[in-house]
């Protein structure tokens, strides 16, 4: 890409930290005005906040960030960094905002459950079989016709998230729904809290039958509308359609010390789970209405959506008290003080929603570089929130130190030999040849829901390949041991990042390879994702 990338946002930064146009003040009204920040008694983007905010990205390497900033009844909003090589980010950037758009769909639900007149049958306890009949069938019978709209929006089915089993191009939302069945479950229902965006869409695929439209136009009727949120969009086509300034997405390349463009994901498919893309601007007037709980959303569905369902996690970095899951949201208690908030990740892309019900103060920050986003976002909103409540200095956690740990753990991990030694240990592992020569491994193999892994032969080397409309995944297969194999993976384009996991062949009684396992879902481990042969080797 552009090598000297890191010199120009510094150059941007510097140049506009203390830019008086840069900062836009909305009024209760929604009306946008280009106005000086600073003479807004209450605006946090002062000198102090755009220092950190120019350190924080360099620290992070991170390319951009729009942030709007709720306080009573105004709204500031600033574009910090680059939204492309030549454009720079402004609060009308659009960004693609990943599972914060799971609120958005319970919220859609909502509205359903409050339609007493045209739909008597929806209520947030309502088993989804019985909306949307056979397309909606787990490998469980029980789970099947006890499966509510509530659990799946609190991702309390007992389904984990097997990221790998959707995304293939040209599928559609009833195709990943109806795939539900082949996908192996691994707790007991309402039992333990396993993030999972296939029942998330699934809900949408509700959604979307019940009121005889497609899921955008629910959103834009019944929410977006009535909130004037004139910049937001359900698909990325869409989006890129509307001709408005939309931020590229990054990864931080090590290897090259530089930023480098990644492939938009344009997954049509399961959008209520995470495709929405919108501007700080737009989802500040979101933010609002979720904070002060008013309409287009009802009292009791306000109250539904942030009542806890699920027990996310105790005592997170030893500093959060327990975190709670509603519908949509996350909850905690932080100093004594509820906060909700919800973020978003898509690969390139990062994204948080953050409130205070109570001090009527929240956030929204959109970031364009993979991973480090979050990392940055997180270290900005804790920031924010530390001065509002007066946290004393002394007294703040040290949220980098926690993510140069969280790095720290991430690199080790990408030690291949660690790896290997973690899923076939050295004091455990036999020294056996392979049962067939590596070519006669290669061949196509399938998945009802993971669909086709491709296996093939090539310089002595055995490889598979596994396509989504959004990425490629290419896995170099290491024998181990016999038929027990060691993958090194990595996102076609994206080296810096491999991943590593186990695979296994099991050959029949004619000496042919005819399924091939696949570590592929964390949550199954040691369990694999098993694949039949398709076709013969060459």
Known sequence: ????????????????????????????????????????????????????????????????????????SSTFARGYGMASAKQPVTPETLFLTGSTTKAFTAA?????????????????????????GDDFVLADDYL?????????????????????????????????????????????????????????????????KLSAQSLAAFFNEHIWEPLNMTST???????????????TGYRWSESKNDFCEV???????????GAMVSNVLDYAKWTRMMMTRSLPLSPAAHKALLTPQMIMETNIYGIFGTALYGQGWMLQTYKGVDVVFHGGKVYGFGAMVFYIPSRNWGTVMF????????MA??????????????????QRNDHNALHEQELAQMREMQNPTLAREIFYPSSRRGDLP?????????????????????????????????????????????????????????????????????AEFRIDATGQATELGILLEPAMAPEKIWFMRKTSSA
Not at 176 to 205: D, E, W
Not at 233 to 247: F, G, H, P, V
Not at 367 to 374: E, G, K
């Open 377 to 394: 976002i997180d270290v900005l909103v804790w920031s924010l929130v530390d001065d509002l409540l007066e946290v004393p200095i002394t």
């Open 233 to 247: 969009y359900l698909t990325l086509d869409t989006a890129l359609r509307s001709e408005k300034a939309i931020a």
């Open 434 to 502: 392979t049962s067939l020569p590596l070519e006669k491994y290669s061949g196509t193999y399938y998945h009802p829901a993971y669909k086709e892994l491709s296996v093939e032969y090539s310089n002595q080397t055995l490889g598979g390949t596994i396509t989504r409309s959004s990425l490629t995944l290419e896995l170099k297969m290491q024998p181990v041991t016999g038929n027990f194999f060691f993958c090194i993976g990595h996102v076609v384009g994206d080296p810096d990042t491999p991943f590593y996991t186990p």
């Open 1 to 72: 890409m552009f090598s000297d990338y890191k010199a120009t946002a510094i150059h941007w930064l510097q140049a506009t930290a203390g830019n008086s146009l840069a900062a836009l003040h909305v009024g209760p009204s929604g009306h946008v005005s280009s106005t000086v920040a600073e003479q807004h008694d209450h605006s946090p983007f002062n000198a102090a906040f755009d220092a950190l905010v120019e350190q924080t990205l360099l620290h992070y390497n991170v390319s951009g960030l729009a942030i709007a900033i709720l306080n009573g």
């Open 263 to 273: 492939k938009y994901p344009n997954e049509t498919a399961g959008e209520g789970a």
């Open 108 to 132: 859609a639900v909502s509205l359903l459950v409050d339609d007493n007149e045209n739909h008597p049958d929806v209520q947030w306890t309502t088993p989804m079989c019985e909306l949307i």
């Open 144 to 208: 099947t016709r006890h499966v509510t709209l509530q659990d799946a929006l609190s991702h309390r089915t007992g389904m984990p998230g097997h990221e790998m089993s959707y995304g293939q191009e040209g599928s559609t939302t009833r195709y990943i729904v109806r795939s539900l069945r082949y996908l192996p479950i691994t707790k007991p229902l309402r039992t333990s809290f396993q993030y999972c965006n296939i029942m998330v869409a699934a809900v949408g695929y509700v959604i979307e």
């Open 367 to 374: 970031a364009n570089t993979h991973l480090s986003s979050s």
